[in-house]
């Protein structure tokens, strides 16, 4: 059980393009979900936190205009990066609340992109 | 604000011998520990966990973890790495009250077979 997915698991745009990521919660309905970046050899930086039917909040510095989410269902937040530059590139993991259960998180597989 | 102290960046072990890594902490308040293990082209799992009670905790694959509040540390042990051990690992920490997960800034583990 437990089972977070995002798709796609890669992912090569051009400059000034937008990504759209998904995350999905298989098993179980997570009313929060978060999405962190990590670079090479680096730890997971939580970008956002988004909660259903509400707005996410994001962490200081991470630019809600570019990095946008969406919890639109208990088992479905997407990030999408918008107008997206090399710069961007980087592993982009989200991971899921279950409804009830307050400190646990599943991580989903994560999603590589490559801004060209 | 809580925050994650891995002091190990690089491990290097040989197949069979022990292992601790070192995580600490800064919250004064109660914590809620995690180990996280990232494997070579896979996503994050979780290794163990502590939110109350023993504060030596088993999780899976052989390893533990020993929460000691005075030292603010929560260190991973094996007593015996195997190959497939290799990986990146992660201590994370959530204050209570605090929905957001804090992590270290990871531990690359390499055994030598």
């Known amino acids: 059980g437990a089972v977070v997915s995002q798709h796609p698991s890669r992912v090569i745009c051009k400059s000034g393009t937008s990504v759209k990521i998904e995350c999905r919660s298989l098993?179980?309905?997570?009313?929060?979900m978060f999405w962190y970046r990590q670079f090479p050899k680096q730890s997971l930086m939580l970008m956002a936190t988004?909660?259903?039917?509400?707005?996410?909040?994001?962490e200081q510095g991470v630019e809600k205009d570019k990095f946008l989410i969406n919890h639109a269902s208990l088992t479905l937040s997407t990030l999408t990066v918008t107008s997206a530059h090399p710069e961007d590139s980087s592993f982009y993991i989200c991971?899921?609340?279950?409804?009830?259960?307050?400190?646990?998180?599943?991580f989903g597989p994560g999603t590589r992109l490559t801004v060209t | 604000a809580q925050s994650v102290s891995q002091h190990n960046h690089h491990v290097i072990l040989s197949e069979a011998a022990s292992l601790e890594l070192g995580c600490n902490y800064s919250y004064g308040g109660t914590v809620n520990l995690f180990w996280y293990v990232q494997y070579p082209g896979q996503h994050l799992q979780l290794l163990l966990k502590?939110?109350?009670?023993?504060?030596l905790v088993k999780g899976i694959k052989g390893f533990e973890a020993e929460f000691i509040k005075s030292k603010f540390s929560f260190n991973l042990r094996k007593p015996s790495v195997q190959w497939s051990d290799t990986a990146e690992y992660f201590c994370a920490v959530i204050s209570f009250g605090n929905e957001k997960l804090t992590f270290g800034t990871g531990t690359r583990l390499t055994i030598i077979p």
């Open positions: 502590y939110f109350s009670g023993d504060p």
């Open positions: 988004s909660n259903e039917g509400s707005k996410a909040t994001y």
């Open positions: 098993d179980f309905q997570a009313t929060t």
């Open positions: 991971s899921a609340r279950a409804s009830g259960r307050t400190y646990e998180q599943y």
